[in-house]
């Protein structure tokens, strides 16, 4: 397991096949995006609002029932947290902040990457040009493949079993869990 810090900008062409508002249309805390860059797929969740602490709570809540004191998942809400510090500290923790997860599904495993940075809306799509990355994480690749496919099916409505297709095609046989 990798845990870094890195500064740095993020200047992968990136296409988005699908997105969704979470939670919701009416009161949109950000967005889930499922998106093809060169040789990976993302799975990101690119919030942007003033309730950061509530929403970053609300994640870290369910990865605890999904995941009940698996290693990975300690590991992540750790990083999840030390993250919404790092935007706080950038913020000043006034008006709307914006943080972006993405778990990285690549050949060979992928990781997850916590950056920040600012965000348009180009035609419906939360946009993030220039990202910098707070954090990254490289969790079992079963982990990353399972929470990214969950999120695809609790926020765009996709099933299981299409995520999984879509994401797996990225991970080697060998990497993928039982």
């Known amino acids: 397991m990798a845990i870094e810090v890195m500064v740095g900008l993020s200047a992968a062409h990136a296409e988005v096949l699908a997105s969704g508002w ?3 249309s009416f009161l949109p805390q950000g ?3 499922l998106v093809s860059e060169e040789n990976r797929m993302s799975v990101r969740v690119l919030l942007h609002t003033r309730f950061l602490d509530r929403v970053v709570h609300g994640i870290a809540n ?3 029932a999904n995941w009940q004191g698996d290693h990975d998942a300690v590991t992540y809400i750790h990083l999840l947290q030390l993250a919404r510090s790092d935007v706080k500290a950038a913020t000043g923790g006034r008006g709307k902040e914006t943080m972006m997860i993405s778990f990285v599904i690549q050949e060979g495993g992928g990781n997850v990457e916590w950056a920040t940075g600012k965000v348009t809306e180009e035609n419906g799509t939360l946009v993030m040009d220039e990202a910098r ?3 990254t994480f490289s969790p079992s690749p ?3 493949l399972t ?3 969950l999120i695809l099916e609790d926020s765009l409505g996709m099933s299981r079993d299409k995520a999984h297709e879509l994401l797996a095609a990225h991970i080697s046989n060998n990497d993928l869990p039982p």
């Open 62 to 64: 369910k990865e605890k």
């Open 22 to 24: 979470v939670p919701n």
């Open 142 to 144: 079963g982990y990353l």
């Open 133 to 135: 990355i707070l954090r």
């Open 147 to 149: 929470n990214a496919v």
């Open 31 to 33: 967005q889930v995006q």
